[in-house]
């Protein structure tokens, strides 16, 4: 499921960048890509609740669940700022957020599998 | 002429990038001193720091709180090359690692490079003697 959220924010990384070198602020095609990312990232977060609530391994459960809680925070918060500021940078702030999805849910996978450091 | 903000056109990426700092340094200082406190208190203690100057640059960047922002900037960047620099010569002393450990490696040195970034935005933005 990493890899599903990997490919879809890395479409709207270059997505906002290509937008951002071309001085765009953030439009409503973007925004709805932004949205349908955000509707991926629920369902695996929801996934991801019940798996730890049926696994008998033991996950580090207050590290998965915050980081679950934020990725589900990033898109809303990242958009919503990013859209607010009508120049490159706004959409600037997109591509961050997207890229942070990234990081996060391979985070996520590291905490189940317990490979984390 | 007045002050631009510095919450508007690259400042929007920079608040950006502080809150994401600000997010995952404190979330790490919290779970390190709530799990296992007395494994690393001096690692520990400076992580707790280190978010609370992140918190301090997010909101004095985010709300344009000019000498608050220009304080919180200059403390992480000698921060980062202290607390880097300590890290590497007197590894032992950090058994665990802060956001600032080896320059912010664990970040992708982001950490020893934002500081910077932060200065150079705040000159950027100044009050215009003209």
Same mark, same amino acid.
């Given at each position: 499921?990493?890899?599903?959220?990997?490919?879809?924010?890395?479409?709207?990384?270059?997505?906002?960048?290509?937008?951002?070198?071309?001085?765009?602020?953030?439009?409503?095609?973007?925004?709805?890509?932004?949205?349908?990312?955000?509707?991926?990232?629920?369902?695996?977060?929801?996934?991801?609740?019940?798996?730890?609530?049926?696994?008998?391994?033991?996950?580090?459960?207050?590290?998965?669940?915050?980081?679950?809680?934020?990725?589900?925070?990033?898109?809303?918060?990242?958009?919503?700022?990013?859209?607010?500021?009508?120049?490159?940078?706004?959409?600037?702030?997109?591509?961050?957020?997207?890229?942070?999805?990234?990081?996060?849910?391979?985070?996520?996978?590291?905490?189940?599998?317990?490979?984390?450091? | 002429?007045?002050?631009?903000?510095?919450?508007?056109?690259?400042?929007?990426?920079?608040? &950006?990038?502080?809150? %994401?700092? !600000?997010?995952? #340094?404190? *979330? =790490?200082?919290?779970?390190?001193? +709530?799990?296992?406190?007395? /494994?690393?208190?001096?690692?520990?203690?400076?992580?707790?720091?280190? &978010?609370?100057?992140? %918190?301090? !640059?997010?909101? #004095?960047? *985010? =709300?344009?709180?000019?000498?608050? +922002?220009?304080?919180?900037? /200059?403390?992480?960047?000698?921060?980062?090359?202290?607390?880097?620099?300590?890290?590497?010569?007197?590894?032992?002393?950090?058994?665990? *690692?802060?956001?600032?450990?080896?320059?912010?490696?664990?970040?992708?040195?982001?950490?020893?490079?934002?500081?910077?970034?932060?200065?150079?935005?705040?000159?950027?933005?100044?009050?215009?003697?003209?």
């Amino acid at each position: 499921m990493a890899w599903v959220l990997t490919l879809m924010s890395l479409v709207i990384m270059a997505w906002a960048s290509a937008l951002s070198i071309r001085n765009r602020p953030v439009n409503d095609a973007l925004f709805y890509a932004a949205a349908a990312l955000e509707v991926a990232v629920v369902a695996v977060v929801i996934g991801g609740f019940i798996a730890l609530g049926a696994t008998d391994r033991s996950v580090d459960g207050i590290t998965f669940v915050g980081y679950l809680i934020t990725i589900v925070l990033v898109l809303p918060i990242g958009v919503a700022w990013g859209a607010s500021d009508k120049s490159r940078w706004g959409t600037g702030v997109v591509v961050i957020a997207a890229f942070l999805v990234i990081v996060l849910s391979w985070r996520v996978v590291q905490i189940w599998q317990g490979t984390h450091v | 002429m007045s002050e631009r903000s510095t919450s508007t056109g690259p400042g929007r990426v920079l608040v &950006a990038v502080y809150a %994401i700092f !600000a997010l995952s #340094a404190t *979330a =790490r200082s919290v779970v390190q001193i +709530a799990t296992d406190f007395g /494994a690393a208190p001096l690692a520990y203690t400076l992580s707790a720091f280190a &978010a609370a100057v992140y %918190i301090a !640059a997010t909101v #004095a960047l *985010a =709300r344009g709180i000019r000498p608050m +922002a220009w304080t919180a900037c /200059a403390i992480e960047a000698v921060g980062v090359f202290t607390v880097g620099t300590i890290s590497v010569v007197a590894s032992e002393d950090f058994p665990d *690692a802060t956001v600032w450990s080896v320059y912010g490696q664990g970040y992708g040195y982001v950490p020893a490079v934002l500081p910077f970034l932060g200065l150079v935005w705040l000159w950027h933005t100044r009050e215009s003697r003209e």
